[in-house]
């Protein structure tokens, strides 16, 4: 078991975010079900460009620094949450803006 | 296909759905620039901690070379495609569940309308 380096940052993404729900009212957590359809294309893309990565050399992942769970492929658990995790980090950074400047955030807001 | 080729052609690709597939244009939108170069900032900081710290490792056959904030500047493409195809498809879900939703309340009228 490796020191918890990647998910510690993974998990510092998540608390600084979170707040963009509390106090701008984003909804993109309340919008969950959305979400999940939204970044499936994304997942499946990524996830496996990083198998064809891992496979083929391009880089890899210190054991030391991840926990060690790995899926089949060799793709750290971390890497996986990453897939999720940065997603959803860049939606409520879209909805934030869109909130605090009044643009409309790529489809038209109903109410 | 190196890493290089791999990810000039994600951008690619990715801009290609935006525009003519989901047709959201978030490469077109100020809205998408500005949040972008906000996840940016904190890409070249969380992106700098893995590969300066050596969480990830790169075959340096497999790259250009260059790197910004230690990091390979592939991945600066690589972090572009993978937040572009999230925030299109994010606007086409909210989109066409928006339609959806709209239609429905229109039903509901004319349904009433019509009583």
């Known amino acids: 078991m490796g020191h918890p380096t990647y998910l510690a940052l993974l998990a510092g993404c998540l608390a600084v975010t979170a707040p963009l729900e509390l106090l701008l009212r984003v909804r993109v957590y ?8 939204a970044v499936v294309p ?7 460009w990083t198998l064809y990565a891992i496979a083929r050399g391009h880089w890899r992942y210190d054991a030391a620094q991840t926990l060690g769970l790995r899926f089949p492929g060799g793709l750290p658990v971390e890497e996986v949450l990453f ?3 940065v997603p959803l980090c860049a939606v409520l950074t879209l909805e934030a803006v869109a909130r605090v400047t009044g643009w409309n955030p790529g489809y038209s807001v109903d109410e | 296909m190196s890493y290089s080729a791999l990810a ?13 597939v989901l047709r959201t244009r978030m490469v077109t939108r100020p809205v998408f620039w500005v949040a972008y170069a906000i996840v940016l900032a904190f890409q070249l900081l969380i992106n700098g901690v893995l590969t300066g710290r050596g969480v990830v490792v790169y075959d340096p056959a497999a790259i250009w070379g260059p790197r910004i904030a230690y990091a390979p500047v592939e991945d600066l493409l690589f972090g572009f495609a993978m937040v572009t195809l999230t925030l299109a498809s994010w606007a086409a879900v909210n989109r066409r569940a928006n339609t959806a939703s709209r239609r429905g309340r229109d039903t509901r009228t004319r349904r009433s309308s019509t009583r």
């Open chain 1, 30 to 37: 309340a919008r969950w079900r959305r979400f999940l359809l």
């Open chain 1, 83 to 85: 897939f999720l995790i």
């Open chain 1, 42 to 48: 994304e997942f499946v893309v990524f996830v496996g």
């Open chain 2, 8 to 20: 000039v052609s994600a951008v690619v690709v990715v801009v290609g759905v935006d525009l003519a």
